[in-house]
C-alpha cells in the first residue's frame, strides 16, 4: 500500500505558495515568529501537528534566521547605549529620553485615532508626561555637565541607532526578495537534529493530538455526517427477510483499499480537464496525547503499511484510522481536507465523513507576491521605511531578554524529548499548528470559498459510488445503504454566508447524524 507524499499525479515541483508565505510571515510578524519558534520548535515534549499543504523545514528555518537578525539589532543597540552611557552618561541619558519620548507619542498617537484600544487610558497620558518631564532634566543635565557638545553627542547616538535600524530593515528586505524568487523557501542543506525530528513528525501517519477535535493542522472543521448500516445478505424479489452475515463480509482493510483506489484515481486522470490536481490520499491514525503511551513503537517506527494494517484489524478505542484526502490548491494556500472513517462492528458497517477547509494565509504575508513590494526599490525603501522602528529602540533590551529565552529554550539535550515524557504518563499530543495560526479567519475569495465545497463534494460522491458498488460485489443488500447515500447527496447544505463554508447541517435518515 503506497502513502503517497507528493500530489497525486503531479511531478511534485508544485509552487508551494504556503510555504513562502509563512516564511515571509516569520520576518514580518514578529509574534508568529515567537509563537512557532517556542511552541513549535522548542516544544520538544510535544508532537508536531501535521503539516497539510506547506513544509514546516523552511518555514523554522527561517523563524531563526529571522530571529538572529532581530537580536542582532537588538544586541547592537543595547551595545551602543552601553557605550554611550560609558563615555557619556548625560548625553547618552538625553537620547535615551528622547526615544521613550517617541515610543510613547506613537503609542498615544495609535490609542488617540482609535487604532488600538478603545482610547488613551489615564495610566498612559501620565507615562508620557513623566517622559516629558525626564527628558527636561536630562536637557538641564547635559547643559550642566557637557553644554552644546552634549547635544551632538546624543544626536550622534540616534544617529547610529538610525544607521543599525535601517541596516537591518535592508537585510529583511533582502531575505523576502529571496523568497519572491522562491529559492528561499528551500530547505536547508544541512538540517540539525532538531529539525530532522520535526521533519519526520510532520508527515508521520500517526497524529497525537491535545484538543476536542482530532484533526490538528486541517483548518476548521466545516461537517460532518456519518451512518452505520446492518450488514445483511442480497435478498431476492420475493422480499425475504433481513438475513445477516454469520461472518463478516470482508475485511476492513479491503474495503479501505477500494476507496484508496478510487479516490487516488481522480487524481491520475491523462485528461486534465477531468482531473482533480493537488490531491493526496494517505493514511492517518489518530490518538489523544493522553493515550499515547500505548503506542510508543508504532510513534518511534518507520511509518509503514503493516501498521496502518494492524490498526484496522485490531481496533482499539484510544486510536483511530482514517483516509485521509486532501486537496492542495492556490499554490498550497487552501487545503481541503477529508477524513474518511469506516470500521466493521456489531456486524454493521459504519462510515463517517469529515469535511476541514484550511483558510488561505494571512494577507500581510503575501507582501512578497505584490508588485513593487520586492525588487531593488524595495531594499531602497526598506532602508527608510526602517526607521520607523526608532521609537521602539528604547524597548531593546527588554526584546533582548525574550530573545535569549527563546534561545535557552532551544538549547536542549535530546531534539525529542517525547519519549521520555510518555514514560511519565505525560499528553504528548501537539497544540499548535504554525499553517493555522498564518490563516485568515475566512476565505479570500468567492472561488476559493466554492473550491472548498467543490473538492469535497467531488470526493464524496466517489466514496459513496465506490462503496455502493463494493457491497454489491460482496453480496451485500445495498437497499438501505442507496437511501442513505441518496439522501446525503440531496440534503447536503452549502451555507456562504459570511464567507465561510458549511456542509450539510441536516441529519439524514435512521441512525444518520451530521455534526458541526
Not at 497524529?207 to 460532518?224: D, K, M, N, Q
Request: net charge positive; proline share 4%.
Amino acid at each position: 500500500m503506497a502513502m503517497p507524499e507528493t500530489p497525486v499525479g503531479a511531478s511534485g515541483q508544485q509552487d508551494r505558495a504556503a510555504t513562502r508565505r509563512m516564511c515571509a510571515g516569520v520576518y514580518l510578524d514578529a509574534e508568529y515568529r515567537t509563537a512557532v519558534i517556542q511552541q513549535v520548535y522548542n516544544a520538544r515534549k510535544r508532537r508536531v501537528a501535521p503539516s497539510y499543504g506547506y513544509d514546516l523545514v523552511p518555514v523554522l528555518a527561517h523563524a531563526w534566521r529571522a530571529w538572529w537578525l532581530a537580536t542582532a539589532a537588538n544586541a547592537l543597540i543595547v551595545a551602543v547605549l552601553g557605550v554611550a552611557y560609558a563615555a557619556r552618561p548625560a548625553a547618552a541619558f538625553l537620547a535615551t529620553a528622547v526615544l521613550v519620548d517617541l515610543t510613547l507619542l506613537v503609542s498615544f498617537a495609535a490609542r488617540s485615532s482609535g487604532r488600538t484600544g478603545d482610547g488613551p487610558p489615564r495610566a498612559h497620558a501620565r507615562g508620557l508626561v513623566a517622559a516629558a518631564l525626564a527628558t527636561v532634566v536630562a536637557v538641564a543635565i547635559v547643559v550642566a555637565t557637557d553644554g552644546p557638545r552634549g547635544f551632538t553627542v546624543a544626536a550622534v547616538i540616534i544617529l547610529v541607532l538610525c544607521l543599525v535600524l535601517a541596516t537591518v530593515s535592508v537585510l529583511r528586505q533582502l531575505a523576502l526578495n529571496g523568497l519572491r524568487a522562491g529559492l528561499e523557501a528551500e530547505r536547508p542543506l544541512r538540517m540539525n537534529r532538531r529539525l530532522s525530528v520535526i521533519d519526520g513528525q510532520q508527515r508521520h501517519p500517526m497524529v497525537v493530538y491535545t484538543a476536542e477535535v482530532p484533526f490538528i493542522g486541517s483548518g476548521r472543521r466545516l461537517g460532518t455526517w456519518s451512518f452505520a448500516q446492518r450488514l445483511v445478505e442480497t435478498k431476492g424479489i420475493g422480499g425475504e427477510k433481513d438475513v445477516e452475515f454469520t461472518k463478516k463480509p470482508f475485511p476492513t482493510w479491503d474495503l479501505v483499499e477500494e476507496l484508496r483506489r478510487a479516490i487516488t484515481a481522480l487524481g491520475t486522470e491523462d485528461d486534465p480537464e477531468t482531473r482533480l490536481p493537488g490531491l493526496m490520499v494517505t493514511d492517518s491514525l489518530f490518538v489523544e496525547g493522553r493515550y499515547a503511551m500505548g503506542y510508543a513503537r508504532e510513534l518511534t517506527d518507520t511509518p509503514n503499511s503493516d501498521m496502518v494494517r494492524r490498526m484496522l484489524d485490531s481496533p482499539t478505542e484510544t486510536a483511530r484510522h482514517y483516509l485521509t484526502c486532501r486537496v492542495e490548491s492556490w499554490g498550497g494556500d487552501l487545503v481541503t481536507t477529508i477524513f474518511v472513517h469506516v470500521s466493521l462492528q456489531g456486524r454493521t458497517l459504519y462510515i463517517e465523513f469529515t469535511t476541514c477547509g484550511l483558510a488561505p494565509t494571512r494577507l500581510e504575508y503575501h507582501a512578497i507576491d505584490v508588485v513593487g513590494r520586492t525588487g531593488r526599490m524595495a531594499v531602497v525603501r526598506a532602508a527608510f521605511t526602517g526607521l520607523r522602528n526608532l521609537p521602539v529602540v528604547s524597548l531593546a533590551p527588554v526584546r533582548l531578554l525574550g530573545a535569549a529565552s527563546l534561545l535557552l529554550g532551544s538549547l536542549g539535550a535530546a531534539p525529542d524529548a517525547t519519549a521520555a515524557s510518555l514514560k511519565r504518563g505525560n499528553n504528548i499530543g501537539a497544540e499548535l499548528s504554525a499553517r493555522e495560526l498564518a490563516s485568515i479567519e475566512a476565505d479570500e475569495s468567492y472561488f476559493q470559498t466554492f473550491d472548498v465545497a467543490k473538492h469535497s463534494k467531488v470526493i464524496e460522491r466517489r466514496l459513496l459510488a465506490t462503496v455502493g458498488e463494493f457491497l454489491r460485489e460482496h453480496g451485500v443488500d445495498t437497499t438501505e445503504f442507496l437511501q442513505r447515500a441518496t439522501a446525503i447527496l440531496n440534503n447536503g447544505v452549502i451555507n456562504t454566508g459570511s464567507g465561510n463554508v458549511e456542509l450539510g447541517d441536516t441529519a439524514m435518515g435512521v441512525n444518520t447524524s451530521v455534526s458541526k
